[in-house]
């Protein structure tokens, strides 16, 4: 009997990592069409001035299922570093240091800030009236957790650069898997989790490859190929069409060369409403109006070469004030801490925006002369020459968590789960704003439920999906 044939849509972290889950158990044939030229999706990196760029910040947490880091640490052997976390945040005009620390908050806090956190804690603990579900908001739900004052001074005005929306406008899930400390209890524990003694494992810690956060990805691409996985890249899908032999149809373009290849079963990580867009035949109108409700965030990032071997010791800033359009700036080298090559870095700021947005259609000079304004405003200016100014522009970077999108995605994720040859996941796929341990743990949840015979199980798939609602985004 011949094997199953998946196709899987997307080399992203989700995508590569179900290709090489699968292809390693033999329990099916595996077709990976990515439309890129290369593997990693926003989980890759690339060569910038003789130093490996990622497109933004991004960790490998201690949080990170045990078996996936297993794998990891296998495929990367010694270039995978445990490294501590070295960043802060600009709150008040002042620098504090973050992860948070009693000793510099105590140094580094504004004093009409730390009085109105007293308050408002004291204020948490009269008994008060809870708002009716309906009227919930992402800003109704970390105020009475967190109080008015580090909401109104740091997440609120934080919240409205990354998702373009005011609090009263996005969802409470928004807050409950977006941020960590949602009470000033919680945050009080992981202040006090800094402390000699008390900290609890992997606390400031995070995991970060030697050549880039894309090394994660390179060694997934290669395991796979290993497994016998197959990969097309410059894939543009332009329609799948699910025939009624139960045979999936995908016809896509490489180049000038139109292609259709044939298989038993879809595996998505793309945008959950391209995908909807793509099938054949058309989904019913009220499915194409829901994805048109669904919103992602789109983001600029951009990168400066500087001649100097390093910019600062932070790892990364966080930029919460309103006056500064970016949101954080990170350097490449201090993740990997290295000093090579010498006399040059890399920053990488980024900046949420809409497609629609005047930034988006700037030319790179202007984004460049933005991001150092911005630097200046903030204290810590451009010291040295800029060499070169790279962009990147990602059109869906993030979902947007926006109120009442929980019915839209809802309605969208029954639609497609009614077809017994499609599965979607990862953080497109499942509309979700997840770390990469977060979208790599789906897709080896999603081929632990292959049978013996390439069949997926789908009971034990929603086991799983109930467990993915559990995920919050770390930083």
Known sequence: MSQRRIAILGAGPAGLGAAYRVADSGRAAVTVLERQATAGGLAGSFELAGIQADFGSHRLHPSCDPGVLQDIRRLLGNDLLERPRHGRIRLRDRWIRFPLRPLDLARSLAPAFSLGVAADAARGMLPRPQPAAEHETFGTVLERGLGRTICRDFYFPYAEKLWGLAPDRLSPVQARRRVQAGSLTKLVRKVLGSLPGIRPQGFGHFFYPRNGFGQITDGLHQAAERAGARFEFGANVESIRLRQDDAVLIDYRQGDTSRRMEFDDLWSTIPVTALVNLLQPAAPPEITAACE???????????????????????????????????????????????????????????????????????????GNLVAGDLHRSGIGLQSKIERIVTRRLPQAYPIYARGYEAQFAAIDAWLGSMHRILTFGRQGLFAHDNTHHTLAMAYAAAACLSAQGVLDRERWQQHRQQFESHVVED
């Open 293 to 367: 409700m669904i919103r992602f965030r789109s983001m600029i990032l951009i990168y400066l070469v500087l001649d100097q071997t390093r910019f600062s010791e932070f790892d990364a800033h966080y930029f919460p004030e309103r006056q500064i359009a970016i949101t954080r700036l990170s350097e490449p080298k201090n993740y990997a801490a290295r000093d090579d090559p010498p006399g040059r870095t890399v920053l990488c700021a980024e900046l949420p925006c809409s497609t629609a947005d005047p930034c988006w259609s700037m030319s790179e000079d202007e984004l």
